[in-house]
């Protein structure tokens, strides 16, 4: 049942779920110079730090306006900036740069950290290893390293998932050597046509499938880093056995073709730690490396595709959950967490009662939530 009130959306609200966020903002080279700091407290292993300046940043780039001298009185009020924060941008407005982003960023240390952890499967915490146990700083290195070593605990848990398959999972040799490739942004036409032909894929399958494209391309990005497609079938409603029946014989066709050639992830799980719940039989995902085929494809080049198949009642909160951005998604379980709901991809429940909410459309999934609507476009915090 929709709530009857709804918190409309404004740039000073503490969640990101409701600051209409554009892709563009004027204080675009403030909050890049920002990240800088942020990504060097992510490296370092600085959650909480890291998390400051990403929040603040947040709400840096959904500000509408220029931020300058004048508007410092503002901006001190919105949430998340505090007294460093601020000190920054005053630093910025007057210099046009931050002293510590311009550190951190010719820090040898930084640079080799943020390129390892380009690499799928290396994190910050491996990065810092590679780089200050075994003493490594360039490709050339940990391609020599992983020659004879391999990545203890790079995540191959597919005895979670019910899907079997042939698909190789992608290791970390395989990983280094499509670096440059899975790297490389794919503007929006190449997304589309990656769409098309899984969905002719699908077709073959099982006629009547929808696939909807998600992730940063639905909020309007030029190029993304990877396709996210939602599929849903109106046969799956309340047979979660078919869930992963259609994502197993889907993933096995994209391999038998050549189009898949590496898994990276199989399973239902959303979140790492998240409580499993019921409902998550009804969401079955496979993070692969897919290719299009060679006339579609001059170059070969290999692309990241997370394929998400969901039971019709899911199909919704599916594509809330994967449209983003991060720091929505964020705050969007935050403020239903502070309302007594639990949102995530599969569905929203009263967390008193455990009831089950299904809306059946993108409005309803804010409504319930006692939301205002925001279009994918603005969901860019
Ligand atoms: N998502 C999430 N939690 C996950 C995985 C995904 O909340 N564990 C959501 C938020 C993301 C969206 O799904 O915005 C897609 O994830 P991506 O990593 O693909 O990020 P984007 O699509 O936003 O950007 P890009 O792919 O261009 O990097
Ligand atoms: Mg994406």
């Not at 994502?247 to 409580?275: D, W």
Request: aromatic share 8%; hydrophobic share 35%.
């Amino acid at each position: 049942e929709p709530q009857e009130t709804l918190e409309q959306p404004h740039y000073s609200s503490r969640y990101a779920c409701l600051r209409p966020c554009p892709l563009e903002s004027p204080n675009q080279e403030l909050a890049r110079q920002l990240a800088v700091i942020r990504k060097d407290r992510e490296l370092d292993g600085n959650a909480t730090s890291a998390l400051v300046y990403e929040r603040a940043i947040s709400v840096i780039i959904a500000y509408p306006h220029k931020i300058t001298t004048a508007r410092m009185n503002e901006l001190a009020k919105l949430p998340f900036m505090g007294e460093k924060m601020l000190a920054k941008v005053e630093e910025y407005i007057e210099s046009g740069t931050i002293t510590e982003s311009q550190k951190i960023a010719a820090s040898g240390r930084f640079r080799a950290l943020s390129a390892f952890t380009t690499i799928y499967g290396i994190g910050p915490s491996t990065a810092r290893k590679l780089f200050d146990v075994f003493g490594l700083r360039t490709f050339d290195e940990l391609v020599a390293h992983f020659s004879t070593n391999e990545l203890p605990y790079l995540n191959d848990d597919r005895s979670e998932s019910r899907i079997q398959t042939r698909a190789p999972t992608l290791k970390i040799q395989a990983a280094l050597a499509l670096r440059e490739e899975l790297n490389e942004r794919i503007p929006r036409t190449e997304v589309e046509t990656m769409h098309s032909v899984v969905m002719a894929e699908l077709e073959q399958i099982k006629g009547g499938c929808t696939g909807t494209i998600v992730g940063g391309y639905r909020r309007g990005k030029a190029y993304s880093n990877d396709v996210d497609i939602v599929i849903t079938h109106p046969s799956l409603a309340n047979e979660p056995s078919l869930v992963s029946d259609l994502c197993e014989k889907l993933v096995n066709q994209l391999f038998q073709r050549g189009l898949i050639t590496h898994l990276m992830h199989l399973g239902s799980f959303l979140q790492p730690g998240a409580p499993r719940h019921p409902s998550l039989d009804t969401i079955e995902k496979a993070l692969t490396v897919f290719r299009l085929p060679p006339q579609l494809n001059p170059r070969g080049v290999h692309r990241r595709l997370d394929l998400i198949v969901v039971a019709p009642e899911t199909y919704w909160t599916a594509i809330v959950g994967w449209t983003g951005s991060k720091m929505f998604e964020r705050d969007l379980r935050l403020w239903a967490k502070e309302r007594g709901l639990n949102f995530d991809s599969s569905g929203i429940t009263r967390r008193s009662n455990g009831k089950q909410y299904f809306p059946q459309t993108e409005e309803d999934v804010f409504s319930v939530m006692g939301l205002g609507y925001l279009d994918p476009t603005l969901r860019n915090a």
